[in-house]
Nanobody, 120 residues
Framework: QAQLVESGGGSVQAGGSLRLSCAAS????????MGWFRQTPGQEREGVAG???????FYASYVKGRFTISRDTAKSTVDLQMNNLQPEDTADYFC??????????????WGQGTQVNVSS
């Protein structure tokens, strides 16, 4: 059974950095498209970044240039490096398996999430 476990969240001041990591197991990680989503209270989860098995990456416009998604096939992990964090980046961040046709669409497999708090 697919399992996704996120880590690396925390609290930082505006302009700071955090690196989130997601450990995947129970499915063929190497051939699946992966993504990071985020959610704030009362809002739907939204796609932040996606990465295909080839390494091709996609980003939401509001994080492009600040966030970098990467994957390590040997370790079955997908990371999200977040730089120049802003208060509006405060959210719960989730790792997910995404569709390869639309990186911003989850297949329904989610981790438990990790919280990111950015203070001004």
């Amino acid at each position: 059974q697919a399992q996704l476990v996120e880590s690396g969240g925390g609290s930082v001041q505006a302009g700071g950095s955090l690196r989130l990591s997601c450990a995947a197991s129970g499915f063929a990680f190497s051939v699946n498209c992966m993504g990071w989503f985020r959610q704030t209270p009362g809002q739907e989860r939204e796609g932040v970044a996606g990465i295909y098995p080839s390494g091709l990456t996609f980003y939401a416009s509001y994080v492009k240039g600040r966030f970098t998604i990467s994957r390590d096939t040997a370790k079955s992990t997908v990371d999200l490096q977040m730089n120049n964090l802003q208060p509006e980046d405060t959210a719960d961040y989730f790792c997910t398996v995404v569709t390869c046709s639309e990186w911003y669409r989850s297949t329904g497999y989610w981790g438990q999430g990790t919280q990111v708090n950015v203070s001004s």
